[in-house]
Nanobody, 131 residues
Framework: QVQLVESGGGLVQAGGSLRLSCTAS????????MAWFRQAPGKEREFVAA????????YYRDSVKGRFTISRGDAANTVYLRMNSLKPEDTAVYYC????????????????????????WGQGAQVTVSS
């Protein structure tokens, strides 16, 4: 079974930057989209950003627009999340996710923001932003 492995988390001061990386264990792995979700203590998992493989369309939650950038690596099985101007409220465990490669032609942001759209998840990377 394919595994998604996140890296790049850590502790940073407010206003700082981090870059998360996610790589699938199988180099031949393909998905329609890859995404990042996060979960803060005591809160539900929430959508952060997603990117479609076919045309690199991106989707973001409003609170990270202009600060976070999602991108796919040269390898189709890699995705990054560049996080700038970090705030204490960005503190969470960040999870990488991928949906099935059989999904075609969906452009709805609601689809990409739903955790149930994704069937492959990483173990998570802790991001802590101090004030």
């Amino acid at each position: 079974q394919v595994q998604l492995v996140e890296s790049g988390g850590g502790l940073v001061q407010a206003g700082g930057s981090l870059r998360l990386s996610c790589t699938a264990s199988d180099r031949t792995f393909r998905s329609n989209a890859m995404a990042w979700f996060r979960q803060a203590p005591g809160k539900e998992r929430e959508f952060v950003a997603a990117v479609r493989r076919s045309d690199s369309s991106t989707y973001y939650r409003d609170s990270v627009k202009g600060r976070f950038t999602i991108s796919r690596g040269d390898a189709a099985n890699t995705v990054y999340l560049r996080m700038n101007s970090l705030k204490p409220e960005d503190t969470a465990v960040y999870y990488c996710a991928a949906d099935p490669d059989t999904v075609v032609g969906i452009v709805s942001g609601r689809y990409y923001s739903r955790a149930s759209s994704y069937d492959c998840w990483g173990q998570g990377a802790q991001v802590t932003v101090s004030s």
